[in-house]
């Protein structure tokens, strides 16, 4: 036994020693802390903020730290932190992953790295499995904290903007994983700061990190809008569309596929609608709609752009004329035409905002976590969080024998043995928890047990907690359950009287899974705190998990073998083989997600920078918006002169038609005509038209005291922002769901992907620009119209 631990531990041996030198010194001051009464024990917290102001660092604090909430818990939980405990918290204050059996305690151990953290006043984040786990921790532990002098926030799926303000203003706040994220997508949506509701993303501790960092950043965190509320709406806004005409009710430059409405068409919305203003900020969504609308009828060709077949309408690819199957032009444009041309408006999924659960994570100055099977994946949490994984020696010895691994041909063996070995233990009065990969699987063993008599519960509750509760049951006399893998989680099952007596708890598992990581939890479930137990997995080669393995392999392996009466495979070695197949299995995800991490870096990178422009235009004292706008339009105005003016083509094949018909989308009073231009240098049209953007400025200054259209401007800025952002993200995506086409080139594809999406951001910023200025620009005009000018 003790050389099986010293393998375990060899490689964290170093730290061990260093952790346990640390745990002597909170020992040796637990006497002192123990004697203050519980008004001294509180000031503890003062006292330590204190002294970091007065230029202490939280390493010289640390150890008087975790002596601090080691007392403050026996006093209000009656739980006294094991020294194995405090070495989890050590490793989790340094930013590493603590790996600690099941049964140790982990929720506790949380509790002294972030009270520690938390005393800068930037936050600690304690990350569950589910909001259950959540909103017990919270209650629990959030009364040490509460003791402490701290405050302490629920983060939790449905809660208002201001409920979650408080949470994240809490000292310490606790919440799942993928309400963190969906938070700081929504906080980059928002269109006035004071809504945002996270602050900065400073420390954060997540309880089973193999599961919220690994199995579950396989999928994006996606924020999308479904555009179809508005099909009641582009029909209507068809109907009026289809009568205008052009110059009269709209201006059109098809060189640039620009349109815009006149103020004759910009009234005649308002008295369909019955409103007063159309470019008021409330009537933003009606304005895009309209000119959506306008689009679709003016600049989308059909049989060009796009056809009409059986009812339904299909984009064109513009370079080979072949139909795209499968794409939709977004932002509503595609319910526009489908308005325009009379067929059924379908629904859209407009991506608004995505990130993937690692680019999330990785933006805390410091990340940490806990679980009890974090070494399989040490290499992985490495390279993609820079997180090293240091093993905790248990509390107390571990008694649990884990068996070896039986492997039958087929599943009627498999499920006639696990029968067979419960009905063993059952007679033994030994508690049975058979773990499964599904629901389904758990139904169809129930029918075995049930045709040999075995009395047993099926654990299929609807709610984490019922879930939770049940689990907790397991460990009861006699007691014979089937749970799914996910069962459980964050829940200690208690042997029931007598039970250590005849052997403890035995786990069962049915299958292995795609992972050794969820074998260790399902096996970690036996054995809590020294308790006897014992796990063994009795399983098939007609598991799930061999399904995912190659096809061609599989049957030469099964050629081979050997088996004996009960079909229990005898020859070549079973357990080498799953071995195998299950450590390719784990390949072939760990590259998917490394695959995916890679892709949306590029994204992450480029919504960062989108971002900071938003957070810039949302940050504009109200005097700042029009400095701001002419930021854009400046560059709007020169990118438009680099395009039109080219260098490596003679100037007299330059369109100077184009040129001036983009100029003209932002001057109000342009002085100069097409001739102006012509034999002029890029240098010369340039200085005109700086010239004339000076003489804008001068004109516009008086806006800068129009408060109210300051207020619109910003949101219609923000605008511009979104909704070109929202049509790059489909683009990426089209891009990305194609990326894999391009490995059988000899070009790397990722290199491919990023030159790519470089080329698309430039694009997208020039849009953003154009977006921006020409808008704005064509709400001053109906400004300047209204007030007379």
């Known amino acids: 036994m003790f050389i099986k631990v010293k393998e375990l531990f060899n490689e964290s041996a170093r730290d061990i020693k260093k952790l346990q ?108 499995a589910n909001e259950y786990l959540a909103r017990r921790d919270y209650e629990q532990m959030g009364k040490v904290f509460n003791f402490l002098g701290l405050t302490v926030g629920l983060n939790i799926s449905e809660m208002s903007t201001q409920q979650k303000k408080e949470a994240y203003k809490a000292d310490i706040t606790y919440g799942t994983g993928t309400e963190f994220g969906f938070d700081y997508l929504r906080d980059n949506m928002v269109y006035d700061s004071r809504n945002k509701v996270q602050r900065q993303l400073y420390y954060a501790i997540v309880d089973e990190i193999d599961s919220i960092l690994i199995d579950e950043a396989r999928t994006p965190l996606i924020i999308a809008n479904k555009s179809s509320t508005g099909a009641e709406l582009f029909k209507i806004t068809a109907q009026i569309i289809k009568h205008f005409k052009v110059e009269e009710d709209y201006e059109l430059y098809p060189e640039v596929k620009q349109i815009f409405l006149t103020e004759t068409g910009a009234l005649k919305i308002e008295q369909a609608f019955g409103i007063g203003n159309l470019y008021d900020a409330e009537h933003q969504a009606l304005l895009h709609n309209i000119m959506q609308s306008l689009r679709a009828f003016a600049i989308m060709k059909r049989d060009v752009d796009y056809i009409v077949k059986d009812g339904k309408v299909l984009l064109v690819d513009q370079f080979t004329g072949r139909i795209m199957e499968g794409r939709t032009f977004s932002d509503g444009l595609h319910q526009a035409i489908e308005a325009k041309e009379g067929v059924e408006i379908t629904e859209e999924n407009d991506v608004q905002a995505t990130i993937t659960v690692q680019n999330y994570f990785r933006m805390y100055e410091t990340l940490c976590g806990m679980t009890g099977s974090a070494t399989p994946s040490k290499d992985e949490f490495w390279d993609t969080y820079r997180l090293h994984v240091i093993s905790i020696p248990t509390n107390r010895p571990r008694r649990r024998v884990d068996m070896e691994d039986l492997v039958y041909r087929t599943y009627e063996a498999k499920a006639n043995k696990i029968v067979r070995e419960v009905k063993k233990m059952h007679d033994m009065g030994r508690p049975v928890l058979i773990g499964t990969t599904s629901i389904a699987q758990s139904e169809r063993l129930s029918q075995y047990l049930t045709r040999h008599g075995v009395n047993h519960q099926i654990l299929n509750a609807k709610t984490e907690e019922d879930e939770a509760r049940i689990i907790a049951l397991a460990g009861q006399k006699g007691q014979v359950m089937l749970a799914t893998n996910m069962a459980g989680r964050g829940t200690d099952i208690l042997l029931g009287e007598g039970v250590a007596e005849i052997g403890g708890l035995h786990i069962i598992g049915t299958e292995r899974h795609e992972s050794n990581r969820i074998d260790m939890q399902l096996r970690g479930r036996a054995g809590r705190q020294g308790d006897p137990g014992s796990s063994q997995f009795i399983i098939s080669l007609e598991d799930e998990l061999f399904k995912s393995y190659d096809k061609e392999e599989l049957e030469k392996w099964m050629s081979k073998i050997k088996t004996n009466e009960e079909g229990l495979i005898i020859s070549p070695d079973p357990i080498k083989f799953v071995r195998k197949v299950q450590e390719t299995v784990e390949h072939a995800h760990h590259s998917a997600r490394a695959h995916l991490l890679k892709l949306d870096t590029v994204i992450d990178r480029q919504s960062k920078i989108i971002y900071q422009m938003r957070d810039r235009i949302l940050a504009c004292e109200q005097e700042e918006i029009m400095s701001e706008l002419f930021h854009y339009i400046k560059n709007y105005l020169i990118q438009t002169i680099e395009k039109y003016c080219l260098p490596d083509v003679f100037y007299e094949e330059w369109n100077i038609k184009g040129l001036y018909n983009e100029l003209s989308l932002v001057f109000l009073h342009f002085n100069k005509t097409i001739d102006d231009f012509k034999d002029l240098e890029k240098e010369q049209i340039k200085n005109i038209v700086l010239e004339e953007y000076e003489r804008l400025q001068t004109n516009l200054m008086a806006l800068k005291e129009d408060t109210e259209f300051l207020s619109q ?68 005009k109906n400004q300047f119209e209204l007030d007379g000018h």
């Not at 009656?78 to 050590?90: A, I, K, P, T």
């Not at 099941?102 to 009270?115: D, F, I, W």
């Not at 080139?745 to 080329?759: K, N, S, T, V």
Request: proline share 2%.
């Open 21 to 128: 030198k640390l745990v002597q010194q909170v020992n040796e001051l637990e006497p002192t802390i123990s004697s203050l009464t519980d008004e001294q024990l509180r000031a503890k917290t003062d006292d330590f903020k204190q002294r970091l102001n007065q230029g202490k660092t939280l390493d010289d604090l640390k150890i008087e730290a975790f002596a601090v909430v080691r007392e403050a818990s026996k006093r209000v939980l009656g739980l006294r932190h094991y020294d194995v405990q405090l070495m989890g918290g050590f490793v989790l204050y340094e930013g590493n992953i603590a790996e600690m059996q099941t049964g140790e305690g982990k929720t506790l151990v949380a509790t002294l790295p972030s009270y520690l953290r938390s005393l800068e006043g930037k936050g600690a984040h304690i990350i569950t």
């Open 713 to 780: 401007l910003r949101q219609l800025m923000i605008q511009g922002i979104d909704s070109n952002w929202i049509r790059h993200l489909d683009t990426i995506t089209n891009i990305k769901d194609g990326i894999h086409l391009r490995g059988y080139g000899q070009e790397d594809p990722y290199r491919l992907f990023e030159i790519e999406a470089f080329h698309e951001f430039v694009r997208l910023q020039q849009d953003i620009q154009a977006h921006i200025a020409i808008h704005s620009m064509n709400s001053i």
